[in-house]
């Protein structure tokens, strides 16, 4: 299946730092990319579909100038946590569809842990 | 609104058959996802339904039924690396997916 990476995997920050979390694309090109959260023992939680080119959709209740989503390249997409606090602490994780938008399958990035103190 | 219902948590024992089961209510409808999640990985695929009736992909098989809104997960011969949050998700009439919170399985020896 197609490989998407995400880096880093694991990242300790204080509070008010800026944390990037990158997903790449390694073998196709995603022109639409997904960020999603993920708190403990809970399902995932889009924060935002991520479009090259142009600007991201964001989820109601998600801020856009906290959670700054950039896709500058087909694969390549990248979520900075801007002044980040302890409750951003969570697990980030992106995933990218093969394909149109109905063929269905979604390929994960391997997740981003953020603890943030 | 839309919803996706499947049980918090299930127990099975290695060698055995079980079954997971996922009701959904979505804004149309274009697909039924089967994911599985190991403790602080990231999911990864296992099904897709769209159509009525029963996929079987090796030990892992997903049943769909459009009218009933309902889908489950069956997975025979159990192993322990079974172990894992299995996770359904509808994708609704924008291409969106919505998902549940997750089946949590544990296998017993």
């Known amino acids: 299946g197609a490989v998407v990476s995400q880096h880093p995997s694991w990242v300790i920050c204080k509070s008010g730092t800026s944390v990037k979390i990158e997903c790449r694309s390694l073998d196709f090109q995603a022109t639409t990319m997904f960020w999603y959260r993920q708190f403990p023992k809970q399902s995932l939680m889009l924060m935002a579909t991520?479009?090259?080119?142009?600007?991201?959709?964001?989820e109601q209740g998600v801020e856009k100038d906290k959670f700054l989503i950039n896709h500058a390249s087909l694969t390549l997409s990248t979520l900075t946590v801007t002044s980040a606090h302890p409750e951003d602490s969570s697990f980030y994780i992106c995933?990218?569809?093969?394909?149109?938008?109905?063929?269905?399958?979604?390929?994960f990035g391997e997740g981003s842990r953020l603890t943030v103190l | 609104g839309q919803n996706i219902d499947q049980p918090t948590e299930m127990t099975a024992t290695e060698g055995a058959i079980v079954q997971i089961n996922c009701t959904y209510q979505t804004s149309g409808f274009n697909g039924l996802f089967w994911y599985q999640q190991h403790a602080g990985e990231a999911p990864t695929f296992l099904s897709y339904n769209v159509l009525d009736g029963l996929e079987e992909k090796g030990r892992f098989s997903s049943f769909l039924s459009r009218s009933k809104g309902y889908s489950y997960l069956l997975l025979k011969e159990l192993q322990m690396k079974d172990s894992a949050s299995y996770l359904c998700?509808?994708?609704?009439?924008?291409?969106?997916?919505?998902w549940g919170a997750g089946t949590k399985l544990i296998i017993k020896p």
């Open positions: 995933s990218a569809r093969v394909g149109g938008r109905d063929t269905g399958e979604l390929f």
């Open positions: 991520s479009n090259e080119g142009s600007k991201a959709t964001y």
């Open positions: 998700a509808a994708m609704d009439s924008n291409y969106q997916l919505i």
